[in-house]
């Protein structure tokens, strides 16, 4: 298992968010496995707007019968959604650490 941070769209960020948009396409530009972390960190196209999603990718389709050459569907879940002070910086993220999934958003911190 590993965490792959990842750009995502406010308006597809709240979708994930609310539990409605339970997959991601994605170009298949690196090894995605079952069991990785997308850390979906919120771009409004110029800036980062300090809100991330984590979720657990817990399907990977990548048939060309189905999908676009070169490209990935994954299925995932929620593990718990954030908001920061500061923008995201990968650089500043501490590389001992470990993650509690859940099975939905955390609402309750926000």
């Known amino acids: 298992m590993k965490t792959i941070w990842k750009k995502i ?6 979708a994930v968010r609310n539990g409605s ?10 090894p995605f496995h079952k069991g990785d972390l997308l850390a ?3 771009f409004d196209g110029q800036y980062w707007t300090g809100n991330s999603c984590l979720v657990y990718v817990d399907y990977i389709l990548n048939n060309p019968d189905y999908v676009k050459k070169d490209m990935i569907i994954m299925g995932i879940k929620p593990c718990s ?5 500061e923008p995201f910086n990968p650089a500043k993220i501490a590389k001992d650490y470990s ?3 859940a099975t939905k958003c955390d609402d309750e911190r926000r």
Not at 9 to 14: G, T, V
Not at 81 to 85: A, N, S
């Open 9 to 14: 769209l406010p308006w597809y960020f709240e």
């Open 21 to 30: 948009k339970t997959f991601e396409i994605r170009k298949n530009d690196r």
């Open 40 to 42: 979906l960190n919120e």
């Open 81 to 85: 959604v954030f908001r920061h002070t």
């Open 99 to 101: 993650v509690p999934l």
